[in-house]
């Protein structure tokens, strides 16, 4: 016999243990684990039973799905795809006395998306044991009880279910009571004490028993209590129920204090023999707050809030009993009847964010579960987005949607949407509920740079400093962080055979352009670049701006005097007849400014003169004229100091000297050379002496000069008079330009060339007469390459040569 519950208990440890099984039928999994399993412990291998492997139930995000008030006492790991015990789980908690006690799973796989159904049986242990309602049983057996009577006793309460369960009573040994249990399947489970000799009041009036339950566990379990019986008088006639079940049905929102059912139960009995009371079977403590019972009129009232979604019915057993302590047991059913009082609730169960703009419409980003506790019509919900997004909900699996993109995106237009999806059941009256979920739209580089202007124009002054600010230029991305951030650059390009680099530079973060040397106004005037705004994007987008520089003339240039040549390169001499009358013009002077505009802008005046008040300055013909007649009294030789001033600010000038000899014959002239000396003090008699001298030596050779100049002079009409006009090829800058019709060598002028002391040490050539423009408007006075001494007119009129 030992040998043979030493097996039983084996196998029902066997039992107990884990059990893994296949897939059902219909694609469902289901697991077995006993309650009471430590934390992390393994319930089985779920990616072995779903066909997969490990790596792809990671990837394709596998969870459990519960409802939103239930806990959630497992878990996937997902290293392993092992199924875990992530909660402390009581069986007798969960199911009570159900004799299947099952955890319901959804399994949620995505890409592509699957619903699977998961079971979990949880197996009882033998973690309970058993109890009794109460500590002492107290009976009172009147002597005349017949030999075989039975009397009701509470059975033991074990949490426990199957073996686990009572499974036998032990009665302590007496002569007078055995001790029957009755369990037969389907049937109320009791014992009863079965007298097995009569009472005798007056030889014992009470009597102590020990009852022991015990359970079929391994090892087992007990509990006792306490029989007291008393003998009394006769009393045959226990209560009767009016019917062995009560059955009622109860809205989940009926008031607290509300009446639920009724029980009456008739004792034949008279007197104290036939007074029923009522009170409640062995009941849990969650039922004892549910329901409240009147001992005196069977009354049970509602004394807590009912809970469709909870529970769905409550199943327990009143006892009547009479005054001696007979009694009997109905059974109350009470079924619970739903009410729409749950509104849908919304999850979200997964959400791609953020979404890039350039998604095409039909992507899926998100996976909506809406969930509603109660049943039937009331739990059928429709869902909808609410306002004008790009966004749609489309049914998946049971209560599954996808939300998906239903246009085009643009985060530059919208960077944010506030999605609100609304659930709707179909209860009468209908509820609801809404959420909102913030959805951002990520940057593509999708715009390139644009510029504020297609084309800029700047002005810089000349000699500015190297490194100088020229101008900014701004472009714009309205793309994000680095697809918005715009560099610049200069596109390479040649500005007169000289890369443009080598002028101007530009800062790459602000676009401001800077000048990389000082410009010279009379080189170049004007540049144009092409700028190149680029954006960080991958790949980068790019756009181009034209900017042209202007550079502005400054009054950098003082004017220069191109005749009378400078002092000390030759020596001229302008003759001037005795009898010039008043007007006559005498000499030119010619001066040129290599600026432009009004820098250009040249005034001539005399500073100084040997005799103010005989010669006259056209102010911007730089003509010298005879201011009055000339008179015997007027000193032979005439020094001119003129200045010749431009129009800039501030003004610049230069000076020359020119020197006039009033003479009709060149024998009258004692020593020309020694006349830039007439102001010098003592030596000038001596110098005066020593040109006499060499005038007297030579002056053969001056006869036979001056006869073939007037020779010459006969071959061509004279205005006023002969003048000598020298200019020398080496006083003739390169490059000078008329600037608009400005400039001083306006009119048409003869002038005849005498030679004068010195002269054979002069590079003056004669000069050809000319009719046209000395330099008409826009030309340009420049020195021809091949070093000559020739002056060409770049743009317009004659050649002037100077040979």
Not at 159 to 169: C, E, L, M, P, T
Not at 561 to 566: H, K, N, Q, S, V
Not at 724 to 745: D, F, K, Q, W
Request: glycine letters at 6%; aromatic letters at 8%.
């Amino acid at each position: 016999m030992e040998f043979a519950g030493l097996c039983a208990r084996i196998l029902l440890f066997a039992v107990a243990s884990i059990v893994v099984s296949a897939q059902g039928s219909d694609g469902d999994i289901s697991f077995s684990i006993p309650e009471e399993k430590k934390v992390g412990s393994v319930i089985g291998n779920l990616a072995k039973a779903l066909g997969i492997n490990t790596k792809q139930l990671s990837s394709r995000k596998a969870r459990l799905d519960v409802d939103g008030g239930s806990k959630r006492y497992c878990d996937i790991d997902p290293n392993t795809g092992n199924l875990i015990v992530a909660e402390r789980i009581d069986r007798e908690q969960l199911c009570g006395p159900k004799t299947v006690c099952t955890l319901m799973y959804e399994i949620i796989l995505e890409n592509p998306l699957e619903l699977h159904r998961a079971a979990i049986d949880i197996s009882d242990i033998n973690d309970n044991s058993p109890t009794f309602t109460v500590d002492i049983i107290k009976l009172e057996i009147t002597e005349s009880t017949e030999k075989g009577t039975r009397f009701f006793v509470n059975e033991a309460h074990d949490a426990d279910i199957g073996v686990n369960a009572v499974q036998s009573y032990r009665l302590q040994d007496n002569e007078h009571f055995s001790f029957l249990f009755h369990s037969n399947p389907g049937q109320e489970k009791y014992g009863e004490l079965v007298l097995q000799k009569k009472l005798d009041r007056e030889n014992q009036q009470e009597l102590q028993l020990l009852l022991t339950a015990v359970d079929g566990g391994s090892p087992p379990r007990s509990g006792s209590v306490a029989i007291h019986v008393t003998v009394l008088d006769a009393n045959d006639n226990a209560p009767v129920f009016s019917q062995p079940v009560y059955k009622v049905s109860m809205p989940e929102d009926a008031p607290i204090g509300t009446v639920v059912v009724t029980v009456t139960a008739t004792d034949d009995d008279e007197g104290a023999n036939g007074e029923v009371t009522y009170e409640f079977g062995h009941l849990s403590n969650d039922l004892l707050e549910l329901f409240s019972l009147d001992p005196r009129t069977g009354n049970v009232l509602l004394s807590g809030a009912l809970d469709f979604e909870k529970e769905a019915s409550y199943e327990f057993r009143i006892q009547a009993k009479d005054g001696p302590g007979l009694a009997s047991f109905a059974k109350i059913i009470i079924e619970v009847v739903d009410v729409n009082d749950n509104a849908p609730t919304i999850h979200l169960k997964s959400l791609s964010n953020p979404v890039p703009e350039d998604t095409p419409p039909g992507t899926e980003v998100g996976i909506i579960n809406v969930q509603d506790k109660d049943s039937e019509k009331n739990r059928q919900i429709r869902c909808s987005i609410q306002g004008h997004v790009p966004f749609t909900l489309t049914p998946s699996i049971k209560n599954y949607f996808s939300l998906s993109t239903s246009g085009p995106l643009d985060r530059e237009h919208t960077s944010e949407y506030n999605i609100t999806i609304t659930a709707v059941d179909e209860g009468s009256p209908p509820l609801s509920s809404s959420k909102t979920f913030h959805l951002s739209v990520s940057d593509v580089n999708d715009n390139p740079p644009v510029f504020d202007e297609q084309s800029y124009s700047a002005y810089v002054a000349e000699n500015n400093k190297a490194g100088t600010s020229i101008c900014s230029v701004t472009a714009r991305d309205p793309d994000w962080r680095q697809n918005g951030t715009v560099l610049y650059s200069l596109l390479p390009s040649e500005v007169n055979g000289v890369p443009v680099s080598s002028f101007l530079s530009i800062n790459a973060d602000t676009g401001v352009i800077h000048a990389v040397r000082s410009f010279d106004y009379e080189q170049f005037r004007s540049l144009k670049v092409q700028v190149v705004s680029r954006d960080n994007g991958s790949p980068p987008l790019s756009s181009n701006a034209t900017v042209s520089v202007f550079i502005t003339d400054e009054n950098d240039n003082s004017p220069q005097i191109l005749y009378p040549a400078p002092e000390g390169k030759s020596l001229m001499t302008e003759m001037v007849p005795k009898a010039a009358l008043s007007g006559s013009l005498v000499s030119k002077v010619i001066a040129v400014d290599a600026d432009s505009g009004q820098n250009a802008w040249l005034s001539y005046r005399i500073v100084k003169s040997t005799d103010p008040g005989l010669f006259s300055m056209g102010v911007h013909s730089g003509e010298i004229r005879v201011q009055r007649d000339i008179s015997e009294s007027d000193s032979m030789k005439q020094n001119l100091v003129i200045s010749v001033r431009d129009n800039g600010q501030p003004p610049l000038s230069a000076t020359c000297s020119v020197y006039l000899l009033i003479s009709d014959n060149l024998a009258e002239v004692p020593e020309l050379k020694d006349m830039t000396y007439e102001e010098k003090s003592s030596k000038l008699t001596s110098y005066l002496i020593i040109a006499l001298v060499s005038v007297s030596t030579f002056f053969l050779t001056f006869i036979i000069l001056i006869l073939a100049v007037r020779f010459c002079r006969r071959r061509k009409p004279r205005l006023l008079f002969d003048g000598a006009v020298a200019i020398p090829s080496a006083y003739l800058p390169p490059n000078y330009a008329e600037v608009e019709g400005a400039g001083t060598l306006r009119s048409s002028y003869n002038y005849d060339a005498y030679l004068t002391t010195g002269s054979h040490t002069s590079d003056f050539k004669f000069i050809r007469s000319y009719n046209d423009s000395t330099l008409p408007a826009g030309g340009t006075l420049r020195k021809s390459p091949d070093d000559s001494n020739i002056i060409t007119f770049s743009d317009a009129g004659e050649a002037l040569e100077v040979r």
